[in-house]
């Protein structure tokens, strides 16, 4: 299957900082890009969604301002979690879907712990 | 979960027997997805059922779809202790194929 890489895999920093999450389609041009939250034992909750060159579209009680998400070419998407607090740690995970398609390729998450 | 929910949530079985997970889900849907998650990976994709389908299979596994009920199976057969893993079931709304949603997943544990 295509190839989604997710950088960093883990990543621990300070309350109050800034973190950027990386996501990006190695083999396929990603029209359309899903960001999710996962805590411990729990599914995935879609937070966002992205379509290249446009303003993401955000799930409701998701602060746009706080998780900060950018499409800007077909093989990239970010996800900044702004002013992090330890509350914002968790797993998040992107995914990504070509045009047309009907399945999404899934990254391998990154593990963030803010302390 | 923001679509549906899953049971049950937790399986425990013994190698070679079959394992079933149910998926139930709330609006109506374009297609239906499987997908499996190791714990703190990211999820891979299994295989994907259309609406106006009712049975696919992939290898030892086997799913099936009943929109009437909003409902959907996925069986896997002769299980291995490598299937071990998170299952969650994942839709695209009826209307807006640009969104998945998951369901609240079934943990297995395939004991060998």
């Known amino acids: 299957g295509a190839v989604v890489s997710q950088h960093p895999s883990r990543v621990i920093c300070k309350s109050g900082t800034s973190v950027k999450i990386e996501c990006r389609s190695l083999?396929?041009?990603?029209?359309?890009m899903f960001w999710y939250r996962q805590f411990p034992k729990q599914s995935l909750m879609l937070m966002a969604t992205?379509?290249?060159?446009?303003?993401?579209?955000?799930e409701q009680g998701v602060e746009k301002d706080k998780f900060l998400i950018n499409h800007a070419s077909l093989t990239l998407s970010t996800l900044t979690v702004t002013s992090a607090h330890p509350e914002d740690s968790s797993f998040y995970i992107c995914?990504?879907?070509?045009?047309?398609?009907?399945?999404?390729?899934f990254g391998q998450g990154t593990r963030l712990t803010v302390v | 979960s923001q679509q549906g929910e899953e049971d049950p949530q937790a399986l425990s079985i013994q190698e070679g027997e079959n394992a079933t997970m149910n998926c139930s889900y709330k609006t109506s849907i374009n297609n239906l997805q499987w997908y499996r998650q190791n714990s703190g990976r990211g999820l891979v994709h299994l295989i994907l059922i259309r609406s106006n389908e009712r049975e696919k299979h992939s290898g030892r596994l086997r799913v099936t779809l009943d929109t009437s009920k909003k409902s959907s199976s996925l069986l896997i057969t002769a299980s291995r202790a490598a299937d071990t893993a998170s299952y969650f079931c994942?839709?695209?709304?009826?209307?807006?194929?640009?969104?998945?949603?998951f369901g609240s997943g079934t943990k297995l544990n395939v004991k060998p």
């Open positions: 994942a839709t695209d709304e009826g209307n807006n194929f640009n969104k998945f949603y």
């Open positions: 083999d396929f041009q990603a029209t359309t």
């Open positions: 995914s990504a879907r070509g045009t047309g398609a009907r399945e999404a390729f």
């Open positions: 992205s379509n290249e060159g446009s303003k993401a579209t955000y």
